[in-house]
């Protein structure tokens, strides 16, 4: 009888112990809250998603730069706080007048889809869903694979400079500190490369990459890795005494600056990188058999894509009780 009853505390305890520790997982894993689908029903006869969809398809219609905007704003927001709508905040240094924020576009559009979901369905989706799933629209409209998005996040109220500056990787970011910095945020080395495949829509700044073309690492020589026809080009818009910021696309193909595809891995191969990041991932000896098999197989990197924006959006989500729901994207209620 002893022995039963030592065998039963045994196994109560083991229980117990399970128990706390499936407890202690979920207080730690948000995004095990949120669910395919969590506005069905909650917004009367409306398919918020379907509403998304169609202001998006508007906006790229205006402007194909909206594609690129999106998918580069929700990299912006949940590398830094996590998913949780803070590059939205406007205001003195929130992060938006970070630096490395420095001509982020899609701020406004994030806000344009957001009115346009509070006129049928108010204070219910967060400014933070709007724009993932406003980012799956926008790559399903540009040529890349519709794709199931997890929703029920809710939005924060802190937005920092500092905050910005310090998690979101510069583009001269060695390959090795980036993959580090990734994986601090849920993300392995396959994520990275295939979300940096991103940058095979959208334009950088000639601030971004200016110094690859003349004093690359205090060389007082251009980036030798650059090839001589993309040099070349890259001078004629970036001269060096200009102090205009012009815009280059990252994605060098010809037809297909607005399109979701694997030009990008082509390009970096051929020593077309515009930013030093984008070159380094094709010659590092960790991410360079990725990049080969990404720009050999077209279906592969569109396979990939959709699944890994899916990962990067469960980054340091906010759900439940957490947070609010703003009704302005641009500001705390």
């Not at 379907?50 to 998006?56: E, G, S, T």
């Not at 595809?261 to 515009?274: C, M, S």
Request: hydrophobic share 35%.
């Amino acid at each position: 009888m002893k022995r039963t009853s030592q065998s039963s505390m045994l196994f109560l305890g083991l229980i117990l112990v399970t128990l706390v520790g499936l407890a202690h997982c979920h207080a730690h894993s948000p995004h095990g809250q949120l669910k395919v689908g969590f506005y069905n029903g909650k917004c009367g006869g409306h398919n918020v998603e379907k509403v998304i969809y169609d202001v998006v398809k508007q906006k790229i219609t205006a402007n194909p730069d909206t594609v690129s905007d999106l998918v580069r704003v929700s990299f912006h927001d949940c590398f830094v706080r996590g998913c949780d709508g803070s590059i939205l905040l406007n205001g003195k240094d929130t992060e938006q007048t970070a630096p490395i924020n420095k001509g982020l576009g899609g701020i406004k559009t994030v806000s344009d889809i957001k009115e346009a979901v509070e006129k049928v369905c108010p204070g219910v989706v967060s400014c933070t869903d709007v724009l993932v799933i406003g980012a799956r629209a926008a790559i399903s409209l540009a040529g890349g694979k519709w794709y199931e998005v997890e929703t029920g996040r809710r939005d924060g109220v802190v937005s920092r400079k500092d905050e910005a500056q310090a998690n979101i990787p510069p583009p001269t970011m060695p390959v090795p500190q980036a993959i580090e910095l990734f994986a601090k945020k849920g993300l392995n080395k396959h994520d990275f490369v295939v979300l940096l495949g991103g940058h095979t829509v959208g334009t950088a700044h000639c601030h971004s990459f200016k110094e690859r073309l003349y004093n690359f690492r205090n060389t007082k020589k251009p980036d030798c890795t650059i090839s001589p026809s993309l040099l070349q080009l890259l001078q004629k818009t970036c001269p060096l005494n200009s102090k205009i910021d012009n815009e280059t696309f990252l994605d060098q193909t010809t037809n297909s600056h607005f399109k979701i595809d694997n030009a990008y891995y082509k390009q970096i191969l051929a020593h077309n990188g515009v930013m030093e990041i984008d070159q380094n991932l094709a010659s590092n000896p960790s991410t360079r058999g990725l990049v080969i098999g990404l720009a050999k197989s077209p279906n592969q990197f569109l396979d990939q894509f959709g699944p890994a924006m899916v990962k990067m959006a469960r980054i340091g989500v906010l759900t439940g009780n957490q947070g609010e729901i703003r009704k302005s994207c641009g500001s705390v209620n």
